[in-house]
Every structure is written in C-alpha cells, then in structure tokens.
C-alpha cells in the first residue's frame, strides 16, 4: 500500500470559519473551492498550476486543530491495515472514512484522485507540515503507528522530543511527532517553513495573526480564527533545516 498525497485539514470553529478562510487563503496564495456539506463547512485551497493539498473545516465544538486525510488508491486497504496497527473506526462512509490513531487524533482515508504537483513556496514560506503532539505515556505507540502506516523515513528531529516521517520526494506533507513534556490530550498544528521567519511573522500579523510563542528554531502563532499553528526555521524547498540539518518543528 502506497500513500499517494496527503492533505491536510485546518480544524476551526464555525463562528469564525470566515476569518480563517480569509487568512489561510492569503497566506497561502490561493483561492476557495465552493463550500461543501450539510453547513457548507469545508472548502479547498487552490494554488494555479498545482494541485491542492489544504483544506478548511469549519466545527461546532471545541477550539479546532488540524487532521490529516491519506489518500490512496484502495481505501479498504488503508483501513484494514490501520486497524490491524490499533486505530479505530469511527466513521464508514463507503469510499471513504474517518478513523482514530492509537493516542486518540482523528484523521481520514480517502481515495487519491489523481494529484501530483506540489503547490509552490508563497512570500517565503510554505505549508508543509502537520505536527502531532503527543503526551509521553502514547508517544512510542503513537510513533509506531504513523512511521508503519505510511511507510515513511524516519529521521530523528534536532531535539530529543521529535520524530519527522519524511514522505517521498513531490509529496506535499510530512509529519512530525513531538513528545510532549506533561500528560494531555493528543492534538496537531500546522507548521509553515520559513526562509525568514522574522519576514513571514511579520506578514501574518499584518493580515491579523498573533505571537503566542518563541522557541529555538519556531514563533507560535495564533491565527485570526484562534487556531494555533508554527511558524519554522526550515528551507521552504526542501524542508530541512538551513545548513541541511533535519528540522526540529
């Protein structure tokens, strides 16, 4: 079984779905699908001469976060092996479905529709990752999931507390795994690479995000709908960190 392209969902209140399409859409570069669903609570972000790979979901409860679908050619096959890994089946819908990983993060299988290209950088900075938070007591389980479900490389962040699953080159999405320091619900955000992160923070405040953050190699940010996502020292292009190092967060 081969992940073909992945998406990924910024999770946000229905409230404020309006103020997280107009930010994500401008941090990104791109443009709205027409909504989707009972509510008209999903939409897809498009880049010109790229295929998507973000999409937005408005939720009436909760703060919202981020989930992953993994797109596939037999969805069956995604979801036996899951299971048979220790998710669980929340949702069968037939040619797609929702399911929960071992720590408790709700993500979905979906069938691949053909998509290839990767969308491009945007202002020095692209979307490119979405980081699992994990509590230390699921962490090594958790780990074990993700890295044999998709069969990715595992290459071991620049601090003790991170794990990358590097997806094949042209794939738009890795995943890291981050080892939390205190016991709480398992959660996920999106994180951007950065070519100035200084730069790029800038610009997000300007467009009505807000600092929560500082750490080593990463600004937390809040963007205006309360979502909490990365801003990253990394290589936009490749990912990595600058001089070729592998990235932290």
Not at 22 to 48: H, I, N, Q
Not at 225 to 236: F, M, S
């Amino acid at each position: 079984m081969i992940i073909r392209w992945t998406y990924v969902f910024a999770d946000r209140p229905t409230a404020h779905l309006a103020e997280a399409r107009a930010f994500w859409t401008e941090v990104t570069g791109t443009r709205l699908s027409e909504p989707r669903g009972e509510r008209g609570e999903f939409v897809t972000l498009s880049a010109d001469g790229a295929d998507p790979c973000v999409k937005l979901q408005g939720v009436l409860e909760g703060d919202g976060g981020a989930h992953v679908d993994l797109c596939v050619e037999d969805v069956r096959e995604l979801v036996g092996t899951a299971r048979g890994l220790g998710a669980d089946l929340l949702a069968d819908h037939g040619d797609w479905a929702v399911l929960r990983s071992p720590a408790g993060l709700p993500w979905c299988a979906v069938p691949w529709q053909g998509e290839t290209v990767r969308p491009p950088v945007m202002e020095g900075s692209r979307l490119d990752q979405v980081c699992l938070d994990i509590p230390p007591s699921a962490y090594d389980t958790e780990r074990a999931f993700w890295a044999e479900l998709t069969g990715w490389q595992q290459l071991t962040g620049s601090r003790p507390e991170f794990q990358v699953l590097k997806p094949p080159p042209g794939m738009p999405l890795r995943i890291l795994l981050q080892r939390l320091d205190t016991e709480r619900p398992a959660s996920a955000h999106l994180d951007l690479a950065c070519a100035d992160r200084a730069f790029v923070r800038a610009r997000h405040e300007r467009l009505g995000a807000d600092m929560a953050g500082q750490g080593p190699h990463w600004t937390v940010m809040r963007d205006p709908a309360g979502g909490t996502y990365c801003l990253t020292d990394r290589d936009p292009e490749t990912g990595g960190l600058p001089g070729g190092g592998v990235p932290a967060a």
